[in-house]
């Protein structure tokens, strides 16, 4: 099983990024998945999830509004695009997996991938 982050890099304030998470060796529509964050010296921050379906959202407040999480179980891919991006986005971004149900909760997330450097200039 492996989750593959993909998509970080250098923007300014104000940009757009789109990460991608490639899953294989799981029933990708089994699985509800999630994006968390980490900044340097900071926990680990949830972002946004999504159930198996695609057909409910939730995201942390920090990037409600700016933040779009969806996923193809065709392709076993799920995406977060970022728009409007601030300097406090900064962080590694890390895809994760649940079985069955979405969670905010990161402990309730058994997979996760190696994650993505997101850097957001001034």
């Known amino acids: 099983v492996q989750l593959q982050a993909s998509g970080g890099g250098l923007v300014q304030t104000g940009g757009s990024l789109r990460l991608t998470c490639a899953a294989s060796g799981l029933t990708f529509r089994l699985y509800a998945m999630a994006w968390f964050r980490q900044a340097p010296g900071k926990e680990r921050e949830f972002v946004s999830t999504?159930?198996?379906?695609?057909?409910?959202?939730n995201y942390g407040d920090s990037v409600k509004g700016r933040f779009t999480i969806s996923r193809d179980n065709a392709k076993n891919m799920v995406y977060l695009q970022m728009n409007s991006l601030k300097p406090e986005d900064t962080a590694v971004y890390y895809c994760?997996?649940?079985?069955?149900?979405?969670?905010?909760?990161?402990?309730?997330?058994?997979?996760w991938g190696q994650g993505t450097q997101v850097t957001v200039s001034s």
């Open positions: 999504i159930k198996r379906s695609g057909s409910l959202t």
């Open positions: 994760a997996a649940r079985y069955y149900g979405a969670s905010y909760n990161q402990n309730d997330y058994s997979l």
